[in-house]
């Protein structure tokens, strides 16, 4: 799984990329006309894989992890090809979450793109720079489907779908809130749209703002509730010195700031669930893992995500909840109070299972 990191410049998103994927980024790179994109890999903060990991003392301990995509920042326009523009487009075209940064804190020193600091406007900005777009590949693919010698049946078909499409993102209507039916939807599911993608709201606050709020914070929090989007007030400076101190400093830091749990932590466990993804766990002496699958997947699938052989060969799951082995203790002692299961090929894996796979092929 993929996430993409959007907003305009001189916003954070670098410093957010730095603290989701533990790298050292030059966060001032995109102001001095480099326009390439930074991949790294962010960890999933997960309590049950580090009690697990107590348990079993294992040679190795792997968390859940998401692609982090940190992209030059969008300005108005990009939609046509300025700034970055089509480059930025492209990066986050197969991404499967944006996040988007936008920028509360005032500095005198750092000057904001649009000249001004004004959350919503910039949330609603970047939305339509997304819905153009798209808007524009609709038009482009209609046009190429007209323009070949030969139009297939599903081509025509296509073309249909794109050109209700069109006149709804003509009039300001994003993919995500256009009503398809099913067999219009498979027509067109060899698309991306960049307005069909999850979106999460990250307003970078400065320590002060973080404490005491800051301006529009109410309307900005109803604003995102009402386009469903989750919406989280983080300090990128203080999460940046939060990550560099020592634990009894960091704890102390951290309860001045009436921050409870980092929120970059809180940022990659809400990603997480926005991509409709959980973990089921393995546990051993040789490792303790946390395993991503989509919800709703059965445990023969899951199975084939550790190896397709145990999926082939696929014979039962041993199955206990986290919660019914942290009460228990232990596995045995799990196994004792009757919390241990066997489950078949179609049961649904659930967030937090352990599961031992046993197979034969």
Known sequence: MKVGLIGLPIVGKTTFFNLLTNQKM??????????????????????RVAFLSEQYHPKKTTYAQIEVIDVPGLVSGSSEGLGSGNQFLSNIRQVDCLVHIVRAFADEHVMHAEGSIDVIRDIENIK???????????????????????????????????????????????FSDATLSDEESQTIEHLDFLT????????????????????????IVAHCRDHGYPVFQISAKA?????????????????????????????????????????FLTAGEDEVRAWTIRKGLNARSAAGKIHSDIERGFIRA????????????SMAKAKELGKFRLEGKEYIVQDGDIVNFRFNV
């Open 26 to 47: 030059e966060t001032s790179s995109f102001q001095s006309g480099k326009v390439e994109a930074h991949l790294g890999l962010a960890q999933v903060p997960d309590e």
């Open 128 to 174: 339509t720079e997304l819905l153009l777009a798209d808007l524009q590949m609709v038009e482009g693919r209609i046009e190429r489907i007209a323009s070949g010698k030969k139009i297939l049946k599903e081509q025509e078909a296509e073309s249909t779908v794109l050109k209700k499409l069109l006149a709804l993102f003509e009039e300001g209507v994003s």
């Open 196 to 219: 069909d993608k999850p979106v999460v709201i990250v307003v970078n606050v400065d320590d002060m703002q973080l404490v005491e709020g800051y301006e529009q914070q109410d309307e």
């Open 239 to 279: 999460e940046m010195e939060i990550s560099e101190l020592d634990p009894q400093d960091r704890a102390e830091f951290m309860e001045e700031l009436r921050i409870e749990t980092s929120g970059v932590d809180v940022l990659a466990k809400t990603i997480y669930e926005r991509l409709n993804l959980i973990s």
């Open 318 to 329: 041993e199955v206990v909840s986290f919660a019914d082995f942290k009460e228990a203790g």
